[in-house]
């Protein structure tokens, strides 16, 4: 296969993986999540297909060595560990279908990570990727602002403001990088859309983590820029920020504070909420088990046992519902208290190198203060707004699009990679492999990774799919007081026999158990 065809096909792949964010399958159970994820892991793992057989006939393509890549996969391998070392493998591993978080999903996200940094190699190219994220970002925050929910297609507040937050910040990129001083301005309206649906999301932490994003931009602007004139503004708008925070903060009962709508995001920020409370007991319960498994954790995703373990009861004086935390709701406690030291410190290296990266390629001027401002502030509002949420599908694709891009410039700016790609086949010298050893190869990388890939997304995709689909079926059938049905529906389901059965097989048990007139039409045998 042509080296032009591999990177139409992985490019394209990679931007059309973009669009799961609009897939809702009501046949599904957990539509919101198994509709996005499921499709996503498929066509992720048939594009891997390529990816493989491409670096292997295309070496120069192969990704150059990378902190943010081993700290990637550093973190993968710590929490795949703690899967055989923790207290549930199949939930660290495969994950249940409410997140599908397990180790499983999220190797698909590392897989998304490398196609990225394999074939977008051009501004043109990452201009594309970034037009057609911000482009379904709009939509979204239109379908959440115009429609019924706020969650939009996404089904999930929390998850609506970290992925639009994501896609605020890739505006600005595009906003700096436009030429055009005339045309850059078009940039500004995707913005002030996406806002609107922000807003109606209304996620205090997400307002948390923007707004402390937004005072690190000022901070950084008003260090770095070299116009005195824009020093003294954007310090002075720092000023005012972090006085108007307090202000309203500490007037939060006047009149014009309660009736000021402009307010509402930061008077609605208050660590007395009861939903603040509830994650504070959870956070503390991460913290007391730490000591137990301070090396390893109890196992990534097994937060439910910790949270158990130490229930306060004192939660019930917030809310009398929500009492089963599988998450901490707080990325750093999660991660450290589930997957030990090991986990947290190899979550933490990813971080540490982009800001590395980004420190380095500022100050050799790889790329401009704009393009260092903005990643900051970027990856600052992803890390402070996690501290009250946790990860999903669309952050992580954010974060991968974000480092992918880090990477770039990097790349971009040590070996003039634009002018590099353009003359490879005079530069690349291939040692002792002919283009006939390179093409068996590449046929045998097809064949091999083909055979593997494509058993794993029958098995652990395709067979969960149709499982999903009969869980529902078989809801359906009890809804329609249709008893025996709807144990058929549930036998056929359950006989895919796939990694996920047992939230199919609690789906049964639950609703059994909140329907036993059902049983009535039922005879003694």
């Known amino acids: 296969m042509s ?44 594009l891997f297909i390529f990816w493989i057989a491409f670096i292997v006939k295309y070496p120069e393509y192969r990704p150059k060595i990378s902190y943010i890549t081993f700290g990637l996969i550093a973190f993968l391998a710590a929490i795949t560990l703690t899967c055989f070392t923790g207290v549930d493998f199949n939930l660290s591993f495969w994950g249940d279908v409410e997140r599908m978080l397990g180790v499983f999903h999220v190797l698909h996200f590392l897989a998304l990570y490398l196609i ?23 939509l979204v925050a239109i379908y959440g602002v115009a429609g019924e929910h706020a969650y939009s297609t996404i089904g ?48 205090n932490g997400a307002f948390v983590g923007l707004g402390f994003s937004i005072m690190v931009v000022f901070f950084l602007y008003a260090i770095l820029h070299k116009n005195v004139k824009v020093k003294i503004a954007t310090a002075a708008l ?15 009962d006047s009149e014009f504070v309660q009736n000021s709508r402009v307010l509402r995001p930061i008077r609605g920020i208050d660590v007395q909420k009861n939903t603040f409370q509830t994650r504070l007991i959870s956070w503390r319960a991460g913290i007391k088990d730490f000591k137990n498994h301070p090396i390893l954790g109890t196992g990534f995703g097994n937060f439910a046992v910790i949270f158990d373990k130490y229930f306060d009861p004192s ?26 030291l090991v986990g947290i410190l190899t979550y933490l290296s990813i971080f540490l190198a982009a800001a590395y990266y980004l420190v380095r390629g500022y100050r050799e001027e790889y790329f401009s203060k704009h393009e260092f401002i903005i990643l900051s502030g970027l990856l600052t509002a992803y890390f402070v707004q996690n501290l009250a949420v946790f990860d999903s599908l669309v952050t992580y ?32 010298i291939r040692p ?35 499982m999903l689909v009969k869980t529902i079926d ?39 158990a909140s329907n036993p007139n059902a049983l009535k039409g039922l005879d003694k045998a």
């Open 432 to 466: 002792l492999t002919s283009d006939r050893e390179l093409e068996n190869k590449e046929i045998y990388a097809l064949f091999i990774s083909g055979v593997i890939l494509l058993t794993i997304m029958f098995q652990y995709n395709i067979k969960p799919l149709q």
């Open 474 to 512: 078989g809801q359906r059938a009890l809804a329609q007081s249709d008893i025996e049905k709807t144990i058929d529906e549930y036998k056929q389901a359950l006989g895919y026999d796939t990694v996920l059965d047992r939230d199919s097989r609690t789906s049964l048990v639950r609703t059994i």
């Open 116 to 138: 990225i940094i394999t074939v977008f190699k051009s501004w043109e190219d990452w201009q594309i990727f970034l037009i057609t994220s911000i482009s379904i970002a709009v």
């Open 315 to 340: 939660f019930y004086d917030y809310t009398r519902g929500e009492t089963y935390f599988d998450r901490a709701h707080n990325n750093v406690v999660d991660i450290a208290s589930t997957s030990g």
């Open 397 to 428: 694709m954010g974060l991968m699009m974000t480092l992918g891009y880090i990477y770039w410039l990097i790349q971009e700016g040590e070996t003039g990679m634009l002018d590099e790609i353009k003359t490879k086949k005079k530069k690349f």
């Open 238 to 252: 720092l000023l005012i920020s972090i006085i108007a925070v307090v202000g309203v903060l500490t007037n939060r």
């Open 3 to 46: 080296q032009k065809l591999y990177l139409y096909i992985l490019k394209y792949g990679a931007i059309a993986s973009l669009i799961t964010v609009f897939f809702t399958f009501k046949s599904l159970l957990f539509p919101f999540i198994t509709s996005k994820q499921i499709s996503f892991n498929i066509l992720i793992e048939i």
């Open 156 to 203: 999930n507040t929390a998850y609506v403001s970290g992925y639009l937050i994501f896609n605020m910040y890739f505006c600005m990129l595009l906003f700096f990088r436009e030429n055009n001083k005339g045309l850059r301005w078009i940039y500004i309206l995707p913005i002030i859309i996406m806002w609107f649906g922000f807003d109606r999301a209304g996620t």
